[in-house]
Structure formats: C-alpha cells, structure tokens
C-alpha cells in the first residue's frame, strides 16, 4: 500500500479460461479456493459458498483449522477499526457505517465458531486429525454485508471493493497458526500462495475488474464473471458501472487501466507499463499475462493484490507517477515474494518505494530523480525523529515491529517507508550497484512463492557487512 499524508493530514498530526499463474513455488501442493459469489447492491451483500482444500506440508499434525476473517473489522464495535481517526472522514463519506461476517455453515468439519481477540478468527475442528502429506476439504457458507466506506473492503461512492473478503487459512510458519488482528495503520495480511477459481455475479449494469482475464456470461439481467488464478497471494475485486478503460502491452504483458474520472488516463497507463518493464528488466520476469491497474474509492494512495492494483480516485496529477509505480512494484515485493507485513511491514513497504525511486531515477520524465526521492525520504524522517525525540524525550526506531504498536500513521509512515528507503539506499551504496541488482534478482526467484524473513532478504547479497547493516536499521541501532 502506498499512503500519502498531506500537508493538511500532518498539520492535523504534529467460466473455465486458461489460469494465470504468480509466485513461483516448486511445490504443487497448495490450498486451493473455489467460490461462488453474488453481490446484491440494494443490500450491500456478498453471499458465498466456498470449498477450500487445505494440504498439510508441516510435520505436525492439525486437529484444528483457523482461518482470517478481515471483513470483522467492519463491524460495530470492532476493537480494532479498519481506519484511523486521521482518514476516518474521509473513508465514511456517508456517516459512520458497518459491515461484517456471517459464517453459516461449515461442511466437513465436528464444528467450527468464531474465536480470536477481535472475532478474527474463524476456528474448525476437524472430524479427524490432519497428517502430514494428507488434505482436507471444507464446505464454507457465508456472508459478507459491506460498510459504505472507501476502503480495501466496501461500497464506496463510485465503486465496490472486494478484498480480504472470505475466510483465508493464517499464515502457519511454524507448524502453528499465527492470529493477526486488524491494523489502521498499514496491511496487516499475511498469506500464503494459493489457487482461486472464483465465480462472481453482479447485476448486468455493473462490470467487474480483476486480475487475470475473467470470462463473461450475461444472462437473466445478471452477468457471471469466472476467474481462474493460480499461485497467488490473495483474491480482490472491484466492481461499478461508470468504468472506463484504456490499455497497453509492456514485454508481452497486456497491461490495463480502468478509471471512473481520468482526464489524463495516459498517464497512470504508461507509469504502469513503464515501471512494470522496468522492474521485470530489474528484479526477474513478472509471473502474470496481465496486469491491471484500477482508479477506485480509496482514502490512501493505492493498494496492491496479486495481478490488481487499486489507486485513489482522489490522488492529483502530481501523485499518480509515485502511487501507481509503487503498487507496480509490490507485483514483486508482496505478490510474488512475501513477507510479514504484520510484523515487518519495512520489507515489502520499503522496498517498494525504493524501487519506486529507483523507477524515478530511470525515468526523469515523470518529474523526479532517484537523488531527489532519497532526499525527501531522508528530510521527512529526520523532521520525524526530531519532533518525536522533542515530545517523547526518545524515540523507538525499530522496524521489526507489530503494526499495533505503532502511534499512529505518520510514526508507521515513516519508519516504514521512509526509514525502508534510507535502509535500502545505504545498502546499494555499501555493496555496490550490480551486487545490489544481483542480490534482489536473488531474492525475487529464491522466495518468490514464499515468505521470506529479513535474514533471508540478508543472505542474497554477496556481502558479509549486508546482513549487520539491515540489522542496524531494523534493530533502531543505527543513527540517520
């Protein structure tokens, strides 16, 4: 995700097709998500039936399943809200409004409830212990009312935003299940790969963008929109009927872009397939056919999903270039390489917008340098440590943190993303270009598909002072 704080938000601070494959993971053996869905407009209702086919490649057995509700965060009285008060009017364009997650039935399974600190987690007891080498498969029933909020997940005042929307298994590193709670401040979504083969109704007047290229069947005043992905990190749509669209190629890649209020769409166009060439030339082959950027109702800069990028329809001119290169980026740096963004939100947010200024310093035409972006990063996080030293006598620079204990989104801000950038500038200039180059070629096809940790990131430079001086920025050792 990209966010932009601006000079007022700081004052206020101080049908079958053939399937698209992602990550790149050497193992078959995934989950696998099949869903069908219809949105109902007049009560913004997602209704749902999904099987999802779980595969044990832990050394332990599971007795119990548990898997992410996100869409809970939009209930009333959530403990942990989807927006902070600093983007919150501008989020809840109509009022204050809620949504949520009904869980009906669950098939294949002794029982199942919803559990976790925030009603997060929905927890399934399976009929038989789940061994190692062996899947499960479950039958899930349920139902998604959307808030009216210009969010992630919601029905904003030009579109409809459907991500993080179903059940999805936690993240299990260890042979046990991680339990996340939602964060305001950043993406709290940690996910493996999985396969989708999802089918989505909407009446006839809406169209429906995606990653991929879904088919289309219109029938009955509806159409059914059926989508196939493979080896991806999450599934998201988004839906309207006032889209327009303009689209390109970059490399053999069919690159669209789809926006409700666009005088320029141009632009946002061949930033898209500019940095998407750019960062394939760069860090590895992009693993998708297409790739598609959508202008939606958003209160940040934008937000990436695997093949799909979401940018704010309220951004100025002056912003698109930095917003949409930086989703484009994430293709790598999140869709394709994962990492916790919960507990180490630097990894893939950092690095994304240094390879957002790197895209700048090979590509001065739209309106910066790479010297200029490192500077900026550089101004904003000085004038950060200072005014939070001033106020708190000290301040926690650490990055490898939960995005919970972050004060707030220009602490997450700063420490994310502009810290991020300075890390990995420093780096570039104490192993040198091409080893830098090399290292996150490295990184791209030795974790693409997985989730890679910060010593991981570590070992794929060819230098022994790479891994102490990532440790310096991530530990809050180092002085900037």
């Known amino acids: 995700m990209r966010k932009i704080l601006s000079c007022a938000l700081l004052g206020a601070l101080i049908l079958p097709l053939a399937a698209v494959t992602g990550c790149k993971k050497a193992s078959d053996e995934r989950s696998k998500y099949e869903m069908q869905l219809e949105y109902f407009p007049e009560e913004r209702r997602l209704a749902a039936n999904m099987r999802v086919t779980v595969p044990n490649e832990t050394e332990n057995a599971f007795e119990e399943l548990k898997f992410q509700l996100w869409a809970n965060a939009y209930r009333e009285g959530a403990k942990y809200a989807p927006v902070s008060e600093l983007y919150a009017p501008a989020a809840y364009y109509d009022g204050k409004s809620y949504g949520g997650i009904t869980v009906n039935n669950v098939d294949g399974c002794e029982k199942f409830s919803v559990t976790g600190e925030d009603e997060n987690i929905l927890s399934v007891t399976l009929g038989a212990p789940l061994y190692p080498d062996e899947s499960v ?4 029933s349920f139902e998604v009312t959307l808030a009216k909020i210009n969010h992630r997940l919601g029905e904003g005042k030009n579109a409809v935003n459907l991500a993080h929307y179903y059940p999805v298994l936690c993240y299990c590193p260890d042979g046990s299940f991680r339990e ?10 940690v996910s493996e790969c999985a396969d989708y083969d999802v089918t989505l109704t909407v009446p006839e007047d809406y169209t429906v963008i995606s990653a991929g290229k879904p088919e289309c069947v219109a029938q009955n005043g509806k159409k059914t929109y059926h989508v196939i992905t493979e080896n991806v990190r999450d ?8 889209f327009q669209n303009a689209k390109t190629t970059a490399g053999g890649v069919e690159v669209e872009y789809y926006y409700v209020s666009d005088s320029k769409p141009e632009l946002a166009l061949g930033v898209a397939a500019d940095s998407l060439a750019y960062f394939d030339k760069s860090f590895g082959d992009y693993p998708l056919s297409t790739y598609t950027v959508v202008q939606t109702d958003f209160p940040y800069g934008g937000m990436e999903f695997a093949g799909l990028s979401m940018i704010s329809l309220d951004l ?8 949409v290169a930086h989703e484009t980026a994430h293709q790598w740096w999140y869709a394709l390489v994962g990492s916790n963004q919960f507990e180490s939100s630097w990894q893939d947010e950092g690095l994304a917008e240094f390879s957002t200024a790197l895209f700048f310093g090979a590509h001065e035409k739209y309106g910066g340098t790479y010297a200029q972006f490192i500077e900026a990063s550089e101004r904003s996080y000085r004038a950060f440590f200072s005014v939070y030293s001033q106020i708190n006598g000290s301040q926690n ?3 490898n943190r939960p ?8 602490e997450y801000r700063n420490i994310a993303y502009d810290k991020g ?3 990995f500038s420093r780096l570039k200039s104490v192993v040198g270009d091409g080893k830098f180059f090399e290292g996150l070629k490295r990184y791209a096809a030795r974790y693409g598909g997985k989730i890679a940790t910060e010593s991981d990131l570590a070992s794929c430079f060819s230098s022994a002072n ?4 990532i440790r310096s920025f991530t530990e809050g050792l180092c002085v900037i």
């Open 137 to 140: 498969t479950l039958d899930v």
């Open 466 to 469: 790479a891994e102490g001086l």
């Open 403 to 410: 995005l919970t204990s972050f004060t707030g989104d220009y």
């Open 316 to 323: 100025r001119e002056a912003e698109i270039p930095t917003v």
């Open 397 to 399: 620079t650490a990055m």
């Open 421 to 423: 950038v300075i890390l």
């Open 180 to 189: 996340y709670v939602y964060a305001a401040s950043g993406d709290p979504f």
């Open 235 to 242: 599934s998201a749509f988004v839906l309207g009927k006032n």
